[in-house]
Each structure stands twice: as structure tokens, then as C-alpha cells.
């Protein structure tokens, strides 16, 4: 009887196998495709755009801790926009935004408020450095 029910538990092994197999190749995309698009919502450019209204030009950073990062510099009477590294800001520690004046003898600065992907800021530096101020959109 042994030798009779091999073969065909063989048998029907190969033709459920395919069913079986092809069943679990389907859902294994379906599971990964909303972790994908998980990801890429969590890379989204976190945008700073700056206005500059000093009487001097402006070199713009990021700090956190004692890490800074420069994002560049904006001109006298101009706006610039630079795109915030996701990963600078995601990391554990808190950001602060320093706009730091060519001419001017101190810096202003402000803790940047949690981000979210896919913000915006605003920063206006303006004419009185300390009156300066920062939006977020």
C-alpha cells in the first residue's frame, strides 16, 4: 500500500504546489507596496525659502548639536530657496536655523518647530536682525 500512495502524494504535490506557491507570490507585492510608498512620503524635500531684507548678505545653517550644516547664502534684497537634508532633520536632536549676517557682529537664531515631510518654511531676515522670523507652511 506504501508503494501505491507515494506516487500519488507525489502527484498531487505537483499540482497543488504551483496553486500554493503562485497564491503566496501574490501577496507578497501587495504587502510591500504600501511600505514603499510609506517611504518615499517619508523622504519628501522639507523646502526653506529665504528672504533676505538686511542691509547685509546672509549665510544660512542648520545646527544640531554641534553639527552644522551650511545650506548657502542669500544676497541683500533677494529670495533664495534650499532644500533641508530629510536625514539632518529626522535624526535625534534638536535643529536650529542660524542666519548668520556677513557684516553683522551676531547671528539670529531659532529652534526649528518638529518637521513633517513635505513642509515648508519661511524665514525673512529682516532690516533689525532681531525682528527677524520664521514661518512654517
Do not use: K
Not at 507515494?6 to 502527484?11: M, N, R
Not at 554641534?66 to 536625514?87: C, D, H, I, K, Q
Not at 518654511?121 to 532690516?127: A, G, M, R
Amino acid at each position: 500500500m506504501t508503494q501505491t500512495v507515494v506516487p500519488l502524494l507525489a502527484a498531487a504535490w505537483c499540482v497543488v504546489s504551483p496553486f500554493t506557491t503562485a497564491g503566496c507570490a501574490r501577496q507578497r507585492p501587495v504587502a510591500t507596496i504600501p511600505a514603499a510608498a510609506d517611504s518615499t512620503a517619508a523622504h519628501d524635500p522639507v523646502t526653506l525659502r529665504v528672504t533676505n531684507s538686511n542691509w547685509s548678505d546672509v549665510r544660512i545653517y542648520l545646527t544640531r548639536g554641534a553639527t552644522w550644516v551650511r545650506l548657502g547664502m542669500v544676497t541683500t534684497n533677494s529670495t533664495v530657496e534650499f532644500t533641508v537634508p530629510v536625514e539632518f532633520l529626522t535624526s535625534s536632536g534638536s535643529v536650529t536655523l542660524v542666519a548668520d549676517p556677513v557684516a553683522g557682529r551676531r547671528p539670529w537664531t531659532t529652534p526649528l518647530p518638529p518637521v513633517m515631510p513635505g513642509d515648508e518654511f519661511e524665514l525673512v531676515v529682516e532690516s533689525f536682525l532681531q525682528y527677524s522670523h520664521l514661518v512654517v507652511r
